[in-house]
């Protein structure tokens, strides 16, 4: 610890990383004061109840996205999320549609162009998700505005996240760090003091031990643990290349290997599997009314029945409320992870690049032999990296009630995969710059 606390002293004396870590963490700075700007037309009172109490499962994980914006219904209460919707539209969309996947391969044109129009369709998203929180909030009374604050709160709510996108290109462009990805990371991060303070401060107040922390903490260093040794796990297969000559030289003749990920699918399952397991339960809080039930009690159906079903669709699309709906967020996870990782990773465009090449897996004949090679392998270690996921995106429904210390948020699903993640990656750009200039970096 001493060492790295030495190798992180020498890279701040280096001028040019000092000042691109400054500038990060002025670009937080300016992200945290942002997240405070309020919006007009809300009742605060009814808003802090509505999070207080159950809320709806969509609201609390985008506002766990926001930092908290949305609980504050500030100018970020979208935070980043609909630019995230719409780079996995367009990466989807690259597979699927053969006219946008010949023009991601046409280098900086191609990616130039497709970065236009990944952000004319974050506006759209942003847009409509902003009118469809502002209807939400209406549905639980507490947007109060009229017509033209609506219609205020709907641009402001766009403008600030198409703010987010820009400073995020800023930190890429003159920080450390992908710029986004830190966005959604200090988001995540906010909360953390607040939980603290509030578990401290039921500790002095004797509602929680000693004990049920230091578990907690166990629990959370563990599944820290889990998360960084999965997601460095790769399957490395060897491929050799076969010598070539070209005029008088000979070129090829060299081994390498085809890295494999465990989990290539990162945490795009898990935002999937919530997303579609969380729709039912929010559309039926929107229809959570005297008028729509006596509506549908008119043509027939007691009453009673109507409620029963609205309460029974909302327990099984809410993860940890029963354990119905946390199977099902498993089983989806599992489902969507090797639905991505077969979308985004195909061995048969492998298998002729390497053919092309001149490479080949030892013992495997090139062609499709390397190519259902690959498939096997893919499909084996995907099964453990799905596990993983699943595991990681129920545990934080039940580490509460299992430690009785439901104040620490930030234990396991989507927070934790991205938090870790993250470090990690800036880590590693950080070491990057310490051995560009033959400084020992915090890896080694």
């Known amino acids: 610890m001493k060492e790295r606390l030495a190798n992180l002293a020498q890279a701040l004396r280096l001028p040019d990383v000092r000042k691109r870590l400054l500038f990060v963490m002025a670009a937080f700075a300016v992200y945290v004061a942002c997240a405070h700007v309020p919006l007009p037309g809300i009742d605060k009172e009814a808003l802090e109840n509505f999070f207080r109490g159950s809320g709806m499962g969509f609201a609390n994980m985008l506002n766990k996205f926001a930092g908290g914006s949305l609980q504050r219904f500030s100018v970020l209460a979208l935070g980043i999320m609909p630019y995230i919707n719409a780079s996995i539209i367009f990466q989807l969309l690259g597979i699927a549609v053969p006219a946008l996947e010949e023009l991601q391969k046409e280098g900086e044109y191609g990616k130039k162009k497709i970065a236009q129009w990944t952000k004319y369709l974050t506006v759209a998203l942003a847009l409509m998700q902003a009118g469809g929180v502002i209807a939400m909030f209406q549905s639980q009374g507490i947007f109060i505005g009229g017509f033209a604050i609506r219609i205020f709160d709907i641009v402001m709510m766009t403008a600030g996240c ?3 996108y820009w400073l995020g290109e800023q930190i890429t462009d003159k920080g450390i760090g992908q710029g986004i990805s830190l966005l959604i990371f200090v988001g995540i991060m906010t909360s953390m003091p607040e939980d603290v303070a509030l578990t401290i ?6 509602q929680i031990q000693i004990l049920n922390i230091l578990f907690l903490m166990a629990i959370f260093l563990a599944v820290i ?5 999965v997601q460095q796990a790769q399957r490395k297969i060897p491929v050799q290349y076969a010598k070539r000559v070209r005029g008088h030289r000979v070129y090829g003749g060299t081994s390498s290997f085809l890295p494999l990920r465990v989990n290539a699918a990162g945490v795009i399952p898990i935002i999937f599997a919530v997303s579609i397991l969380m729709f039912p339960g929010t559309i039926i809080q929107f229809l959570r009314s005297e008028k729509i039930v006596g509506a549908i009690a ?4 007691p009453e009673a029945s109507v409620w029963n079903v609205f309460f029974y669709i909302q327990m099984w699309s809410e993860p940890g409320r029963s354990v119905v709906a946390s199977i099902l967020y498993f089983l989806l996870v ?13 061995p048969e465009r492998i298998a002729e690049d390497l053919q092309k090449n001149g490479g080949s897996v030892p013992g495997i004949r090139p062609g499709h032999a390397t190519r259902d090679h690959l498939d096997r392998i893919l499909y084996r270690i995907t099964l453990a990296g799905a596990i993983f ?3 990681i995106a129920v545990i934080q429904y039940y580490v509460g009630p299992i430690t009785k210390v439901t104040t620490f948020s930030l234990v396991g699903g989507t927070s934790l995969l991205i938090v870790v993640g993250v470090a990690l990656d800036t880590m590693q750009q950080i070491e990057a710059q310490l051995l560009m200039r033959e400084y020992k970096g915090f890896l080694d």
């Not at 401060?201 to 004797?206: A, E, F």
């Not at 599992?334 to 195909?346: G, K, L, R, S």
């Open 201 to 206: 401060q039921l500790w002095k107040g004797g």
């Open 334 to 346: 599992i489902v969507f992870t090797y639905f991505y990782t077969t979308v985004t990773f195909n």
């Open 298 to 301: 008119s043509t027939g159906i």
């Open 389 to 391: 996921l699943g595991f």
């Open 225 to 229: 643990y889990l998360v960084v040794m």
């Open 162 to 164: 198409m703010f987010l």
